[in-house]
Structure formats: structure tokens, C-alpha cells
């Protein structure tokens, strides 16, 4: 087999630092050949020392300057560059085989909308690149050849889960509805009058999955299921009303696909992000990922129940902005992005995101989804009302 060149895009993030150990495994397959971060210098050099890849990158050109002098000085080969440029370059070069998108945010969608462009392979956590502009995205992937592997757990599920034929439509094969799970995020049954009080630190608590702050809080509200409601709608041309929502406290059936005969699909596993990491990796071949065997007897039993909508205002706000369609979802992406920051420095109380992606949604039209600038617009529009409503203090 032909070594593969991997560019991690957001290498030093959760996602990040679970591909590098999977690529760790297996060096006579996988070699790191670009590692690009946005500020995390030392963890980077540190991830240079180790994977001695052909080029480094970070956001800005100071932080950029200091990993070259350290790369120089510990003797490696290794290019360091810097800005969004450098990151579209290195997720398209004819040497780059895949690119694992896993930055986190809208500061993903230009590399990963050029690593399509490109038509490369492309490994998908990075799930608000579809929020944003999955029309765009997917018509890029199609028209550019693009081989497109979902690595968020649910989507990756859904994708083992689905015949490989899929992309000539769910109905065509037989598919009634996709069984979105999620594991209901560490407030699920904590009081509602709870809830305004709630910390960052209790709010990052995941029950199940270790993870980046901004999907931990995503999480915590559940607009982390309401974007992936998203993502599988542009992944898998699901209509809204075919993607079902169930709570699953275990997060042991990262998701499953029902069919018209009354069959249901699922795939099981440990909560671990290797697994869907590996399988994007190796697809159509399977390879260790070193993740520990499911134990279905320690488990015990799988529980189910619905989703509560009022609860989770954000979940419904996904399933509006979708049916409204055009630039809706980006605009909530965006707001909720300031949001989460806002919460996490305590601008913000936890019931004020929901509230906040609200307001906005309603001050601001949608538009089409025309081109990636109509998307970049109603972002940057969406981005400055949020910030000046939490300036303004209008949820605290
Ligand atoms: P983290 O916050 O742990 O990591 C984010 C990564 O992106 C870091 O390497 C960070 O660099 C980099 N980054 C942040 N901002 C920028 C920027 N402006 N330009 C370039 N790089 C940037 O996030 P996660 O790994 O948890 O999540 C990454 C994506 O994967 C998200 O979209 C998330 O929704 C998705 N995902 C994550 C899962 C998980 O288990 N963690 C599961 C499913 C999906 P630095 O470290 O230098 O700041
Ligand atoms: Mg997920």
C-alpha cells in the first residue's frame, strides 16, 4: 500500500491529538505531512518533534516566527507557515492524499471548502463547514470528486450503517428514517431552574466523551445534535422530517438507519473518536485504532427516551433554521459561536445562548446561499449583532 500523506487541520485539538495517535500505530501506512494549529506553539513543537512533519502551521505570524527558530534549533526539516493562505495551500498540494478538517468553528470552511476543490479525500469532524455552507460544500465535493468520510461518531455510524449506494438518494434505498443519537450532554436531568446557574467547568463535564470547550458546551445545550441534524441533512440528502432524534444516555449506539422492511441498522461502540478517526483513515479497509473492545456485559442494558425541546431551545432552532433554508443556519452557527465564547468568559449565563441565537435569528434575514461570499456576509453580520448584544448585556 502507498504511504499517505495526512494534513491534520486543528492538530493540536481533541480531534487532533486522536489522529496522531492512530497515524502513531501506523507508520507503514500514514505519514503527518502537515500539522496546522491556531495558537498552541508548544504543543505543536512538541507534535514536530515527534512526527517530523513537512510543514507546520500556525494562525499568526509572531507565534509562526518562534516554532521556525525552534524548529531550526532542534535540527528539523520541517516548513513553518503561517495564516489562513497557508492552511488552503496545505489542504490542496498534489502531494496531500487526505485531510482530516478538525478545526473547530466557521475558521475551518475556507480550507476545508479548498481541500473539495482539490478533490481530496477528506475527513469531516469540523461539523459547522456543512452548517455554514453545506450546499455549497457538497456541490464542491461532487463536482471536484471529492471523497467525503464523515468522523463525527453519529455520522461516521450512519455512514456504516447506510449501503454504500446511498448517494442515489435514501428513499431510492429503501431508508425510512436516521436515528440521530445523542447522549443528552451532562444536564439532561438537572432542574430547569438549575440551569441559569450553571458553571463553563460543569458545562464542559461530559458524561461520555473527552472534547474541545466549544463542542463540550454544544453538548451541554444539545445545538451540538442540532448541528449534526444539519450535518446528516447535507451528508446524506436527508429531508428534516426523515432525521429522528434519540436521547441515549449511554453513547454506546453512536447512531442507526431504519428501513422500509423494519429492519434498523446500528453501530455500536466504545465512546471513543478513534474508532470513527481509524475508519476514515483506512476506509474501505478497517486497521486498529486502539480502542478498548466493547463490553456488552459490563454495559449492562442500552436506555431511550425523547427529546425535551423546551429544554434544549437550541436542538429545536436547528430543526427551524434547516426548513427555513439559505443563510439561516449560518447565521445561528455564527451566533452561537459568540455565544459559547461569551459563556465560557462569563459574558453570558448558560440560558442566554439559546436565548441569544434566538434574537438574532429573528433581527436578522436569510438569504440564498449563493456563493461562499453570501455565506461569509451573513457570518460576519451575524457575528457583530451577537457581540454587541452581549456587550449590551441584553441576556445576563
Ligand atoms: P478543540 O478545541 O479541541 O481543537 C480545535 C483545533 O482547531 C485546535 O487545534 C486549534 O488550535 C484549532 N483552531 C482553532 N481555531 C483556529 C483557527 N482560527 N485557525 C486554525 N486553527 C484553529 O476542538 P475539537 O477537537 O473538540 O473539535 C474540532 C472539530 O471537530 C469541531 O468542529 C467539533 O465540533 C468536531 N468534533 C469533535 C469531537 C470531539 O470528540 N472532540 C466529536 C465530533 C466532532 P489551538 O490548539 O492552537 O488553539
Ligand atoms: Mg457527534
Known sequence: MKMQN?????????IGVSTLDVIRRHPDRYRAFALCAHRQVDKLFEQCLEFKPRFAVLRDAA???????RCQAAGLATEVLHGVDALIELSSLPEVDA???????????????????AGKKIMLANKEVLVMAGELFMRAVREHGATLLPVDSEHNAIFQALPADFARGLDACGVRRILLTASGGPFRNTPLEALSNVTPEQACAHPNWVMGRKISVDSATMMNKGLEVIEAH???????????VVVHPQSVIHSAVEYADGSVLAQLGNPDMRTPIAYSLAYPERIDAGVEPLDLFKIGRLDFSEPDFQRFRCLQLAYDVLNQGGTASAILNAANEIAVDAFLSRKL????????????????????????????????????LATKMVLEQRFA
Open 6 to 14: 495526512i494534513t491534520v487541520l486543528g492538530a493540536t485539538g481533541s
Open 63 to 69: 507565534l509562526a516566527g518562534d516554532l521556525r527558530q
Open 99 to 117: 485531510v482530516m478538517a478538525a478545526i473547530v468553528g466557521a475558521a475551518g470552511l475556507e480550507p476545508t471548502l479548498a481541500a473539495a476543490r
Open 234 to 244: 447535507w451528508l446524506f440528502a436527508a429531508s428534516p422530517a426523515s432525521i429522528q
Open 349 to 384: 449565563p448558560f440560558l442566554g445562548i439559546a436565548r441569544l441565537n434566538e434574537a438574532v435569528l429573528n433581527a436578522l434575514p436569510a438569504g440564498p446561499e449563493g456563493s461562499l461570499a453570501d455565506v461569509l456576509e451573513a457570518d460576519a453580520n451575524a457575528r457583530s
